[in-house]
């Protein structure tokens, strides 16, 4: 059993090591190391964040691997879980230094209330020349902007301060009956006494065997679970999804 | 003395072979029942997320007549782009089965992008602020579009390996579960077309 766990843990890890995780305590990712000030970036966020409900990450990287900044975008956005689950009140605005590009990605919650062509012309605006000129105070302007929008549209809900999103919420995933399962349970380990009885364990070995090829179509649990058992407030991993909205640019 | 007890031993260990068969049966069962199971809500993720891909192909067929509209007010000698879009977007009205709609909606996406292009030769239209707006609207859409069809593929590769797997093959095959159709994106259109201002 205990072999069994060790391989389990061991298909799971090139999963979680590839992702990127976010730094615990802020919402300023920079991994590609071109902002300064971040901190004041961090706080104007944390403020709309208590003023609208609404989560959002700024992530720097030094490149996008390969892909288009949309489809990183959209994967990142959905690996994090930013917002919450149902609501996808959430952004993320990725900037990526080779090429350098730029993106605003709107959860599908906010998706009516910021469209497409008005956080394409504020980035170009505000975010383009803050990266050009090494400005935060650019990037600032360009969240107070998207507060004030969400705010007059109707789509803010307050947070109290410190407030911190429901890590929990993510493993609260319909599971089955517990009383239904404890019953399986038992009749299991029954059966598995007395196949190891007559048997010397010929069927369980036979039914690990084909669980083991046919499990590893379960990808499901690793999303976010790199940062699950991280100490320190994290506001992500609630589960908040995106499909593509926003707009992207050069800079 | 020994007729009895052996008797005795017989009827227990026939017992528990009983138990031990009958066992097997309900694992057996079981697996079969939850195997169903996890094809049918597996099928009905692939349903509800052609939902989702239909949605933004929906979105994109609203927008065409505006954008087409405002590129004819700078560039109306340009027919052959305008009259390719028409086409495919009146063959994406009439699709319905996937097939089609994948189809119409490739060739869509191809005139689009010619469309693109043109407008390259009207600076005066590139700095038309309405036009600005229908372009960045076109991208995002264009990009739900992507996103919507990637969801779409990897849903329908999850429940094709199902299908097509032991044991669930059998079951499949029992009730009827297909392989489902992948929306093979037009070659080169794998990447959503973006206006640079």
């Given amino acids: 059993m205990k072999r069994l766990y060790i391989i389990l843990v061991l298909l799971m890890l090139p999963l979680a090591v590839c992702a990127l995780s976010p730094i615990p305590g802020t919402n300023v990712h920079d991994f590609a190391g071109i902002l300064s000030n971040e901190h004041l970036l961090d706080s104007r966020i944390e403020a709309m964040y208590q003023r609208t409900g609404v989560e959002m990450a700024v992530v720097t990287v030094p490149d996008l691997g390969n892909e288009s900044i949309e489809m990183y975008a959209v994967k990142l956005f959905e690996d994090w879980g930013i917002g919450k689950k149902g609501e996808d009140k959430g952004l993320l605005l990725l900037i990526s230094l080779n090429p350098r590009e730029m993106r605003i990605e709107v959860g599908y919650g906010l998706e009516g209330a910021l469209p497409d062509s008005f956080v394409g012309v504020n980035l170009q605006k505000y975010v383009g020349p803050a990266l050009a000129n090494n400005d935060i105070n650019g990037l600032i302007e360009f969240v107070a902007i998207l507060e004030e929008r969400i705010i007059a549209q109707g789509d803010a809900v307050p947070r109290a301060a410190g407030e911190t999103e429901g890590i929990s919420r993510y493993e609260t995933n319909d599971g089955p009956n517990p009383l239904a399962g404890l019953i399986l349970f038992v009749i299991i380990v029954a059966l598995v006494l007395l196949d190891f009885r007559f048997t010397g364990g010929m069927i369980v070995g036979a039914i690990l065997h084909s669980l083991l090829r046919g499990g590893s179509y379960r990808g499901g649990s690793y999303r976010g679970g790199s940062y699950r058992g991280s100490s320190g407030r994290n506001r992500y991993g609630g589960g908040g999804r995106s499909g593509g909205g926003g707009a992207s640019g050069k800079w | ?197």
Wanted: charged share 20%.
């Fill in chain 2, 1 to 197: 003395m020994g007729g009895k007890g052996d008797f005795a031993n017989i009827m227990k260990k026939g017992t528990i072979i009983l138990l031990v068969v009958l066992g097997v049966i309900l694992l057996i069962g079981i697996s079969f029942v939850s195997s169903y199971n996890s094809l049918v809500s597996l099928n009905e993720s692939v349903d509800a997320q052609w939902g989702q891909v239909e949605n933004q192909l929906q979105a994109r067929y609203d927008k065409i007549p505006n954008l087409v509209n405002t590129v004819k007010g700078y560039a109306s000698h340009e027919q052959e782009v305008f009259e390719s879009i028409a086409n495919a977007r009146a063959r994406l009205a009439g699709a319905g089965t996937v097939e089609e709609q994948v189809a119409a909606s490739n060739q869509l996406e191809s005139a689009l992008a010619r469309l693109l292009v043109v407008v390259e030769n009207y600076p005066n239209l590139k700095a038309d602020a309405q036009f600005n707006q229908l372009m960045y609207e076109l991208s995002g859409t264009e990009n739900r579009i992507a996103v919507e069809r990637m969801r779409y593929n990897e849903k329908v590769q999850e429940y094709n390996s199902r299908v097509k797997r032991f044991p669930t093959v059998l079951i499949a095959n029992m009730f009827g579960f297909g392989p489902r159709t992948y929306f093979e994106a037009a070659a080169g259109a794998e990447v959503a077309p973006r206006v640079e201002f």
